[in-house]
């Protein structure tokens, strides 16, 4: 459950300056990821290798890259996953999508600190991260010694599980620049608007400055 906090002129505290910390380690190492691994996966983008030094560093860093990356969404995962269980009330708001979209926000079932599409988005982020780690031990050729049969099926799961984070990553990317204004601080200073949070989460509003 989420503590009680101070609303100051400042705002309404979202994220310490650790989970802050954490958020940013797993996105640098998510785009070095998706960017070498691009690299591997088509001869066109075999020029990205130079952002990790070229092709002999970039296979040896990868697999590191992606632990530090697993590590950190890992605390990340531990300290969300109560607050993005899918609860019936953001059912009812899912099904008033085309009324989200247009900004009719009467009567929305109020929500808590994640919306519908967050928490959809945070369990797929969660399926892909645990593929990416299986399947890339498996491909990690020079520490594990796994049967060719099993490297093939590793190689395809690897490339899928990373084609649908990236395409969740832009999702999340847009939504938190340029679909839902006034995201970016909550990950930079740490705090939001008391406007934003009663309009966007009510009740995770209410919950955390136990007030209104
Ligand atoms: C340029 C890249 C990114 C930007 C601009 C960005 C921005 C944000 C912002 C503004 C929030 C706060 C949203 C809110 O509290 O309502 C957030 C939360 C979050 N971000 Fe990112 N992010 C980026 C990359 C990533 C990456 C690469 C991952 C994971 C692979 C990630 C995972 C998360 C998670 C798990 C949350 C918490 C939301 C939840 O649990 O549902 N982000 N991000």
Request: charged share 15%; net charge positive.
């Amino acid at each position: 459950m989420t503590a009680t906090v101070r609303v100051t002129s400042k705002g309404v505290p979202r994220y310490s300056r650790n989970e802050r910390v954490t958020h940013w380690i797993v996105t640098i190492t998510f785009f070095l990821l998706a960017l070498s691994g691009l690299a591997f996966f088509h001869p066109a983008f075999w020029p990205l290798t130079a952002l990790l030094g070229g092709g002999v560093w970039s296979r040896i860093l990868h697999p590191y890259i992606g632990i530090v990356m697993f590590l950190a969404f890992g605390l990340m995962g531990l300290r969300y996953w109560r607050e993005n269980i899918i609860q019936p009330f953001d059912r009812e708001w899912g099904k008033r999508l085309p009324d989200i979209i247009n900004n009719r926000d009467e009567g929305l079932p109020e929500i808590d600190k994640y919306n519908l599409g967050q928490k959809q988005l945070f369990w797929a982020m969660v399926v892909t991260m645990l593929l990416l780690l299986a399947s890339g031990v498996v491909l990690w050729r020079d520490l594990t010694a796994f049967p060719v049969a099993a490297i093939r099926i590793a190689a395809v799961v690897h490339a899928l599980a990373a084609f649908v984070l990236m395409l969740g990553i832009i999702v999340h990317v847009y939504s938190a620049i340029f679909w839902v204004k006034g995201s970016m601080r909550a990950m930079t200073l740490g705090t939001v608007s008391r406007s934003w949070a009663r309009h966007h989460h009510p009740l995770w509003y209410r919950r955390v400055a136990g007030k209104e």
